[in-house]
């Protein structure tokens, strides 16, 4: 078991920044791939980004790429989200997800086994 628990959101003009965190229990932490996802008002959830258990890989959605960077720190059973040069497009709730898989990554939601509750980023314009 593994529960997530994201902070960090806000609301920023556009080209602004934000650092979302997200914070796990348990202590298999560094045996997950680690996702972030977003939900839109009115769309589905979207992949965002996701991290190598190690930290040494990541992989990111092509809408992202350039202006999100994701981390974690498994000592401290966290991953982050920086977001830079946010856009208005990028309103959104967005979810860490934490995948038990040994090799690669996936942009399912059906992939990830555990989800946190979620924090709202809004950016205006």
């Known amino acids: 078991q593994v529960q997530l628990v994201e902070s960090g959101g806000g609301l920023v003009q556009a080209g602004g920044s934000l650092r979302l965190s997200c914070a796990a229990s348990?202590?298999?932490?560094?045996?997950?791939?680690m996702g972030w996802f977003r939900r839109a008002p009115g769309k589905e959830r979207e992949f965002v980004a996701a991290?190598?258990?190690?930290?040494?890989?990541?992989y990111y959605a092509g809408s992202v790429k350039g202006r999100f960077t994701i981390s974690r720190d498994n000592a401290k059973n966290t991953v982050y989200l920086q977001m830079n040069s946010l856009k208005p497009e990028d309103t959104a709730v967005y979810y860490c997800?934490?995948?038990?898989?040994?090799?690669?990554?996936?942009?399912?939601?059906?992939?990830?086994?555990?989800w946190g509750q979620g924090t709202q980023v809004t950016v205006s314009s």
């Open positions: 991290i190598s258990r190690s930290g040494s890989s990541t």
């Open positions: 348990g202590r298999t932490f560094s045996s997950y791939v």
């Open positions: 997800a934490a995948d038990p898989r040994t090799y690669g990554f996936s942009r399912a939601v059906r992939d990830y086994d555990y």
